[in-house]
């Protein structure tokens, strides 16, 4: 596919390591219709964790690049390694990145990662997404991940969702701009009008 450099955009999927950004990753080429399933990192199988040591210690080493098309454009993602041994990769990632994406998990909050990473991306005034991950897992707290990030970087996070439950009641999330229900069980969704937990 012969796509015009105007027409190409870059995003850095970033954060502390295992906050989940390969299975994110996974989960945007699925989606994108890219991969036909996506894999686990504890089976060894994802597009961008491939080299065998990455495969052997479960964790990221090198920055992947895969795409999927959205509209009229071609969308890159950068999956970059979460851990501070390999920050070469992120920095790389970052420097040919238009705008990024930063998980932090709901269980552990804004960790070292997370604050070198910000760094970075207010040095550079990248545009950032911050996603609030792993909010099925205990001692998943929304509302004190989005005041731990506001705490730390002193700016406004605005949410664009907001989950339904958390650690073993989660059940979903609210998009608040389509102002529909998404529950996690088989990607089922409540309309806009119909009852939203």
Do not use: C
């Not at 996603?131 to 605005?158: C, G, P, R, S």
Request: charged share 20%; no cysteine.
């Amino acid at each position: 596919m012969s796509t015009s450099s105007n027409k190409i955009r870059n995003i850095a999927i970033t954060g502390h390591g295992s906050t989940g950004k390969t299975t994110l990753f996974e989960q945007v080429l699925f989606l994108g219709g890219q991969i036909p399933k996506p894999e686990a990192v504890e089976n060894g199988k994802t597009v961008s964790d491939y080299a065998e040591e990455e495969i052997n210690r479960t964790i990221s080493i090198h920055t992947a690049l895969a795409h999927i098309p959205w509209k009229d454009r071609k969308i890159n993602l950068l999956d970059t390694p979460g851990s501070g041994d390999f920050v070469g990769e992120v920095i790389s990632a970052l420097r040919v990145s238009e705008s990024a994406v930063v998980l932090v998990a709901a269980d552990a909050g804004v960790q070292i990662g997370t604050v070198q990473t910000w760094r970075r991306l207010r040095q550079r005034n990248t545009p950032t997404l911050v996603f609030i991950n792993k909010m099925d897992k205990e001692h998943a707290d929304f509302a004190k991940t989005i005041n731990d990030l506001k705490e730390n970087f002193q700016a406004n996070f605005v949410p664009l969702s907001i989950p339904i439950g958390a650690g073993g009641a989660f059940q979903g999330v609210v998009n608040l701009i389509d102002r529909k229900a998404y529950m996690a069980q088989e990607g089922s969704k409540k309309p806009a009008g119909s009852e939203v937990p």
